[in-house]
Protein backbone atom coordinates (compact mmCIF):
# COMPACT_ATOMS: atom_id res chain seq x y z
CA UNK A 1 0.00 0.00 0.00
CA UNK A 2 0.89 3.42 -0.69
CA UNK A 3 1.35 6.28 1.87
CA UNK A 4 3.25 9.89 2.13
CA UNK A 5 4.59 11.86 5.24
CA UNK A 6 5.29 15.32 5.17
CA UNK A 7 7.86 16.67 8.18
CA UNK A 8 6.84 19.44 9.42
CA UNK A 9 3.05 20.37 9.75
CA UNK A 10 4.28 24.00 9.97
CA UNK A 11 7.00 25.30 8.53
CA UNK A 12 8.28 29.25 8.58
CA UNK A 13 11.31 31.36 6.38
CA UNK A 14 11.77 34.65 5.35
CA UNK A 15 11.11 36.62 2.53
CA UNK A 16 13.76 35.54 0.11
CA UNK A 17 14.77 32.80 1.89
CA UNK A 18 14.95 29.16 0.37
CA UNK A 19 11.86 27.02 1.01
CA UNK A 20 12.19 22.88 1.57
CA UNK A 21 9.20 21.28 1.66
CA UNK A 22 9.39 17.41 2.45
CA UNK A 23 8.03 14.88 1.11
CA UNK A 24 8.95 10.89 1.69
CA UNK A 25 6.18 8.45 0.36
CA UNK A 26 6.29 4.11 0.06
CA UNK A 27 5.51 2.23 -2.64
CA UNK A 28 5.70 -0.98 -4.10
CA UNK A 29 5.37 0.20 -7.44
CA UNK A 30 7.47 3.11 -9.17
CA UNK A 31 5.08 5.66 -8.36
CA UNK A 32 3.61 8.99 -10.05
CA UNK A 33 4.29 12.27 -7.45
CA UNK A 34 2.39 15.20 -6.69
CA UNK A 35 2.36 18.57 -5.05
CA UNK A 36 -0.75 20.50 -4.73
CA UNK A 37 -0.75 24.28 -3.26
CA UNK A 38 -4.06 24.93 -1.18
CA UNK A 39 -4.38 29.22 -0.83
CA UNK A 40 -6.49 29.80 2.24
CA UNK A 41 -10.19 29.52 0.86
CA UNK A 42 -9.12 27.89 -2.14
CA UNK A 43 -9.40 24.65 -3.26
CA UNK A 44 -6.38 22.49 -4.24
CA UNK A 45 -4.01 23.60 -7.84
CA UNK A 46 -1.27 21.78 -9.03
CA UNK A 47 1.98 22.50 -8.30
CA UNK A 48 3.93 20.10 -10.57
CA UNK A 49 3.95 16.39 -10.76
CA UNK A 50 6.57 13.74 -11.65
CA UNK A 51 5.23 10.79 -13.92
CA UNK A 52 8.17 9.58 -15.93
CA UNK A 53 11.76 10.88 -17.19
CA UNK A 54 13.72 13.91 -16.01
CA UNK A 55 13.90 13.23 -11.97
CA UNK A 56 13.57 17.55 -11.74
CA UNK A 57 10.34 18.37 -12.25
CA UNK A 58 9.52 22.13 -13.19
CA UNK A 59 6.49 23.75 -11.54
CA UNK A 60 4.58 27.13 -11.19
CA UNK A 61 5.04 30.00 -9.25
CA UNK A 62 9.34 28.88 -9.23
CA UNK A 63 8.76 25.83 -7.44
CA UNK A 64 10.61 22.36 -8.44
CA UNK A 65 11.03 19.00 -7.04
CA UNK A 66 13.48 16.11 -7.30
CA UNK A 67 12.22 12.24 -7.80
CA UNK A 68 15.17 10.20 -5.58
CA UNK A 69 13.98 6.95 -6.18
CA UNK A 70 16.90 5.73 -3.12
CA UNK A 71 15.18 7.72 -0.94
CA UNK A 72 11.86 7.61 -1.60
CA UNK A 73 11.82 11.42 -1.47
CA UNK A 74 10.41 14.31 -3.30
CA UNK A 75 11.06 17.44 -2.12
CA UNK A 76 9.53 20.69 -2.69
CA UNK A 77 12.11 23.60 -2.99
CA UNK A 78 12.16 27.20 -3.95
CA UNK A 79 14.93 29.63 -4.07
CA UNK A 80 13.55 32.57 -2.99
CA UNK A 81 10.27 32.82 -1.05
CA UNK A 82 7.55 34.93 -1.76
CA UNK A 83 4.98 36.39 0.38
CA UNK A 84 2.26 34.94 -1.78
CA UNK A 85 3.99 31.51 -1.14
CA UNK A 86 2.11 31.50 2.22
CA UNK A 87 -0.24 28.46 2.09
CA UNK A 88 -0.70 24.98 2.80
CA UNK A 89 1.09 22.15 0.53
CA UNK A 90 -0.18 18.88 -0.20
CA UNK A 91 2.67 16.21 -1.15
CA UNK A 92 0.48 13.37 -2.98
CA UNK A 93 1.17 9.75 -4.73
CA UNK A 94 -0.43 7.81 -7.00
CA UNK A 95 0.49 4.32 -8.94
CA UNK A 96 -1.63 4.05 -12.08
CA UNK A 97 -1.89 6.06 -15.11
CA UNK A 98 -5.74 6.18 -14.71
CA UNK A 99 -8.60 6.09 -12.37
CA UNK A 100 -6.07 4.86 -9.42
CA UNK A 101 -6.37 5.79 -5.92
CA UNK A 102 -4.18 8.97 -4.66
CA UNK A 103 -3.09 9.36 -1.36
CA UNK A 104 -2.55 12.22 0.16
CA UNK A 105 0.20 13.23 2.68
CA UNK A 106 -1.45 15.23 5.57
CA UNK A 107 0.14 18.78 4.40
CA UNK A 108 2.44 21.15 5.70
CA UNK A 109 1.82 25.17 6.55
CA UNK A 110 4.08 27.52 4.93
CA UNK A 111 4.09 31.40 6.35
CA UNK A 112 6.43 33.56 5.06
CA UNK A 113 7.88 36.30 7.36
CA UNK A 114 8.52 39.54 6.19
CA UNK B 1 -12.91 27.97 -18.62
CA UNK B 2 -12.59 24.05 -17.23
CA UNK B 3 -13.89 24.03 -13.67
CA UNK B 4 -15.38 21.73 -10.84
CA UNK B 5 -17.71 23.59 -9.10
CA UNK B 6 -19.52 22.84 -5.82
CA UNK B 7 -22.00 24.51 -3.78
CA UNK B 8 -22.88 25.70 -1.40
CA UNK B 9 -19.72 27.07 -0.11
CA UNK B 10 -20.51 27.02 3.68
CA UNK B 11 -23.18 25.31 5.44
CA UNK B 12 -24.49 25.49 9.09
CA UNK B 13 -26.66 22.54 9.95
CA UNK B 14 -27.96 21.05 12.78
CA UNK B 15 -27.42 16.97 13.57
CA UNK B 16 -29.90 14.98 11.51
CA UNK B 17 -30.95 17.12 8.83
CA UNK B 18 -29.93 15.97 5.55
CA UNK B 19 -28.48 17.89 3.14
CA UNK B 20 -26.81 17.94 -0.32
CA UNK B 21 -23.54 19.08 -1.39
CA UNK B 22 -23.95 19.15 -5.35
CA UNK B 23 -20.24 19.04 -7.66
CA UNK B 24 -20.33 18.97 -11.51
CA UNK B 25 -17.39 19.45 -13.81
CA UNK B 26 -17.38 20.57 -17.52
CA UNK B 27 -14.22 18.32 -18.95
CA UNK B 28 -16.06 15.35 -19.56
CA UNK B 29 -13.91 13.72 -17.29
CA UNK B 30 -14.85 10.01 -15.79
CA UNK B 31 -13.56 9.61 -12.45
CA UNK B 32 -14.93 12.08 -9.82
CA UNK B 33 -14.25 11.80 -5.98
CA UNK B 34 -15.26 12.91 -2.75
CA UNK B 35 -12.85 13.59 -0.06
CA UNK B 36 -12.68 15.33 3.47
CA UNK B 37 -9.72 17.56 4.75
CA UNK B 38 -9.59 17.84 8.21
CA UNK B 39 -6.25 19.18 10.07
CA UNK B 40 -3.43 16.96 10.75
CA UNK B 41 -4.95 14.45 8.64
CA UNK B 42 -4.70 15.65 4.92
CA UNK B 43 -7.40 14.66 1.96
CA UNK B 44 -9.16 10.77 2.77
CA UNK B 45 -11.26 10.02 -0.01
CA UNK B 46 -15.25 9.16 0.98
CA UNK B 47 -16.86 7.96 -2.16
CA UNK B 48 -15.45 7.84 -5.86
CA UNK B 49 -16.77 7.35 -9.80
CA UNK B 50 -15.39 5.65 -12.61
CA UNK B 51 -18.22 6.40 -14.41
CA UNK B 52 -22.24 7.35 -14.70
CA UNK B 53 -23.61 4.66 -12.39
CA UNK B 54 -20.48 3.19 -10.85
CA UNK B 55 -19.98 4.61 -7.85
CA UNK B 56 -17.45 2.92 -4.52
CA UNK B 57 -16.46 3.87 -1.06
CA UNK B 58 -13.39 5.23 -0.31
CA UNK B 59 -11.16 5.05 3.12
CA UNK B 60 -14.28 7.39 5.13
CA UNK B 61 -17.70 6.24 3.93
CA UNK B 62 -19.38 5.79 6.94
CA UNK B 63 -22.21 8.27 7.14
CA UNK B 64 -22.28 9.15 3.34
CA UNK B 65 -23.98 8.58 0.22
CA UNK B 66 -23.36 9.52 -3.28
CA UNK B 67 -25.12 9.26 -6.61
CA UNK B 68 -23.76 9.49 -10.08
CA UNK B 69 -27.26 9.89 -12.77
CA UNK B 70 -25.05 12.35 -15.43
CA UNK B 71 -21.32 12.29 -15.81
CA UNK B 72 -20.76 16.08 -14.74
CA UNK B 73 -22.75 16.09 -11.48
CA UNK B 74 -21.56 13.75 -8.48
CA UNK B 75 -23.78 15.04 -5.54
CA UNK B 76 -22.53 13.49 -1.92
CA UNK B 77 -25.42 13.09 0.22
CA UNK B 78 -25.52 13.03 4.30
CA UNK B 79 -28.78 11.91 5.10
CA UNK B 80 -28.96 12.66 9.31
CA UNK B 81 -25.70 14.49 9.69
CA UNK B 82 -23.54 14.47 13.13
CA UNK B 83 -21.18 16.81 14.41
CA UNK B 84 -18.14 14.11 13.55
CA UNK B 85 -18.89 15.31 9.93
CA UNK B 86 -17.82 18.54 10.59
CA UNK B 87 -15.46 19.00 8.31
CA UNK B 88 -14.05 20.59 4.58
CA UNK B 89 -14.73 19.04 2.01
CA UNK B 90 -13.89 18.55 -1.81
CA UNK B 91 -15.10 17.25 -4.91
CA UNK B 92 -12.24 16.02 -7.41
CA UNK B 93 -12.04 15.00 -11.08
CA UNK B 94 -9.72 13.12 -13.02
CA UNK B 95 -9.25 12.73 -16.78
CA UNK B 96 -9.07 9.65 -19.16
CA UNK B 97 -6.22 7.57 -19.56
CA UNK B 98 -2.80 8.82 -19.00
CA UNK B 99 -3.65 11.24 -17.08
CA UNK B 100 -1.91 9.67 -13.94
CA UNK B 101 -4.63 10.40 -11.85
CA UNK B 102 -4.17 14.31 -11.79
CA UNK B 103 -7.26 15.63 -9.92
CA UNK B 104 -8.99 18.86 -10.87
CA UNK B 105 -10.40 20.02 -7.94
CA UNK B 106 -13.29 22.05 -6.50
CA UNK B 107 -13.18 25.52 -3.86
CA UNK B 108 -14.45 23.18 -1.56
CA UNK B 109 -17.66 23.27 0.69
CA UNK B 110 -16.91 23.87 4.84
CA UNK B 111 -19.63 21.88 6.59
CA UNK B 112 -20.62 22.55 10.28
CA UNK B 113 -23.20 20.31 11.71
CA UNK B 114 -24.02 21.41 15.59
Known amino acids: AQSVTQLGSHVSVSEGALVLLRCNYS??????LFWYVQYPNQGLQLLLK??????LVKGINGFEAEFKKSETSFHLTKPSAHMSDAAEYFC????????????FGPGTSLSVIP | EAQVTQNPRYLITVTGKKLTVTCSQN?????MSWYRQDPGLGLRQIYY???????DKGDVPEGYKVSRKEKRNFPLILESPSPNQTSLYFCASTGGSRSYNEQFFGPGTRLTVL
Open chain 2, 49 to 55: SMNVEVT
Open chain 2, 27 to 31: MNHEY
Open chain 1, 50 to 55: YTTGAT
Open chain 1, 27 to 32: SSVPPY
Open chain 1, 92 to 103: AVSVGTSYDKVI
